[in-house]
């Protein structure tokens, strides 16, 4: 019975490593072994390439502008969602979750559809020295649309797990609403909260559909790594496209990890259900 068992085990596993082996980690060999093939002179020039790391910088920037505002408004989203009944609350949760049915490509083209310097707002908001479109504002605008659901949904399914026990007994307590908010809601969706950041800043840092409509994708002002990465491959500049993507894949394989290590801890705490 029992070796009947671990070859069922045996034969239930092996696709799966299969699949992930030829999806997953072969295609990030490849990216590696090719970042790999020119040796460290080819690292230390991509290092050096002004380009490069403009777009390394602006990456950052975005990912973190992107962030900030997913942060603030997931975990009030989270928090209104989870805690409170309201008409409307489905069509808010669908709306939350439509950047994940529709395609980046579409979100940057309403960015640039809406902001646009050809549009009404766009125009208005050009005249007035603010440009959207085609600049790193409509980037980190587009950027913060399509990982707008991480954060929150993340959150919205960690305090609908625990319910409003915790927070009715605070307020039967005598604590405040804020008092109530920032020790006991707070600390209950801290481990999800982070976590949604983590996988945010992932997407954000890798983002291409939405950022190469509305960047305009010009090198050294309005690029970002994946822009930098398709022009360096484009140009027969393999080693350092690989070179580039290998240190992406890296951050978001770190980053995921390290999201992985939060929920392991926080299971261990008893902070998740």
Known sequence: MFDRVRVGGFLAVAPIVLILGVLIVLPLATVIAGALAGGWFALVALAGDPAVRAAVRLSVVVALAAVAANASFGLLAGWTIAKYRFPGKA?????????LTVSPVIAGLAVVA??????????????????VAFAPLGIALATTLVTFPYVARAV??????????????????????????????????????????????????GEFGAVSVVSGNVRGLTQTI?????????????????????ALALVAVVLALTARALARHAASKGLLT
């Open 114 to 131: 809406t902001f646009g310097e050809r549009t009404p707002a766009g125009g208005w908001l050009a005249a007035h020295g603010v440009h």
């Open 156 to 205: 919205i399914v960690q305090l609908s797990a625990h319910g409003r026990v915790l927070e009715e007994v605070a307020l039967g307590l005598g604590a405040s609403a804020w008092q109530t908010f920032r020790l006991v809601t707070v600390p209950v969706a801290r481990a999800s909260f982070l976590n949604g950041l983590l996988i945010c800043n992932a997407r954000a840092l």
């Open 91 to 99: 069509l808010l949760i669908t709306l939350i979750d439509a950047p």
């Open 226 to 246: 994946p822009l930098s990465f398709a022009d360096l491959y484009n140009d027969a500049r393999s080693e350092a496209a690989f070179a580039l993507a290998a």
